[in-house]
């Protein structure tokens, strides 16, 4: 039984990536009369023909197409070892995929992710962006250990998930100091005809403020809708209209984006979920994330009480609790 001789096997591949056997000695390095010879062995060896001649130069048989898919593949996942073997910390370091929803504030992505490269263990961290269908089927087939999104796992969804609470947030409403120095009124009368910039349908807090705003009696401008929430922020930066975020990160937001903090709606929660395809969790970035989550970003600042008047002026006050104590939207058998 003859053996396969990948030396021979290369010099195939190369005549047929260059088409010629001429231009594949000069990546060879090798005469002409040498590769000539060693792809006859190797045509002997197989039992087929691999090339016919086209021309001045060379095309492949059907069988020799058939081959070249196996040698990419083999010279593919040589090199993919070379890089292994040359970077000893991709085998001593633990990877961890974690796939953020569109709709998930990149700030506060930041703030959960970002301690997991400080684990006592090895952690090589990669992150996926997208909608939140896509990222759950990557989930499903253990493309990613984790999802973060702003809803429960979805139980429509044929996919065994868990949904496990990071916490929630009242929202604060923003403005550049520009578009600020145009409205009169204060908050919230100041949104009527005012220029907003709404989050995407995709975004779960969406419907909620919609809601907020007609039974406010409140009538902004939408100005634009944006699934993404940095290039949300980024809009409102430039002036181009108010818009909302966690009051979590109301700090971070005023650095980052400069701008004012002019109001707080205390009666619509932004909530964030990690889901996985475990109940109990065992992976040290997850549970990282989870702590973090629960003693940092979302339980940093206590929840002001809530006022009974029905009045905007009072429903736009102060609202931020730990994960847990009001966050009861998961569903059903899908929840830890």
């Excluded at 691999?50 to 196996?70: H, N, P, Q, V, W």
């Excluded at 932004?270 to 970003?297: K, N, Y």
Aim: glycine share 6%; net charge neutral.
């Amino acid at each position: 039984m003859a053996s396969l001789n990948y030396k021979h096997l290369r010099y195939f591949w190369m005549v047929a990536k260059c088409g010629a056997i001429a231009r594949a000695c000069e990546q060879l390095h090798l005469t002409p009369q040498a590769v000539s010879g060693q792809l006859r062995e190797l045509e002997d060896s197989l039992g087929v023909e691999l090339f016919r001649r086209a021309g001045r130069g060379l095309e492949l048989t059907d069988a020799g197409r058939r081959i070249l898919s196996y040698a990419e593949e083999i010279f593919a996942i040589g090199d993919e070892l070379l890089e292994v073997a040359r970077d000893q910390t991709m085998t001593q370091s633990l990877p961890f995929a974690v796939g953020i929803a569109d709709s998930v504030p990149k700030s506060v992505a930041l703030r959960l992710v970002e301690p997991v490269l400080h684990l006592p263990e090895a952690v090589r961290l990669i992150c996926r962006e997208g909608r939140l269908t896509g990222l759950l089927a990557d989930l499903a087939v253990h493309r990613l250990d984790m999802v973060i999104a702003d809803r429960p796992m979805p139980a429509n969804l044929n996919v065994r998930g868990y949904s496990h609470p990071l916490g929630e947030s009242d929202l604060t409403v923003f403005a550049a100091p520009a578009l600020l120095a145009k409205l009169d009124a204060s908050f919230p009368e100041m949104l009527n005809g005012a220029p907003f910039l709404m989050p995407g349908d995709d975004v779960a807090i969406r419907l909620r403020l919609e809601q907020w705003f007609e039974g406010s009696r409140l009538h902004p401008r939408i100005v634009g809708e944006f699934d993404d929430s940095a290039l949300l922020k980024s809009f409102g930066q430039a002036g181009a209209g108010l818009f909302v975020a966690p009051t979590a990160i109301a700090a971070f937001v005023s650095d980052q984006y400069r701008v004012r903090a002019v109001g707080r709606i205390d009666s619509i929660a932004e909530q964030l979920f990690a889901i996985t395809t475990e109940r109990r969790l065992s992976h040290p970035a997850i549970v990282a994330i989870i702590q973090v989550a629960r003693d940092q970003v979302f339980g940093a600042t206590t929840r002001a009480p809530r006022r009974s008047s029905k009045a905007p002026q009072e429903q736009a006050q102060t609202s931020l609790q730990p994960a847990g104590s009001r966050a009861r939207s998961r569903s059903p058998g899908k929840d830890s």
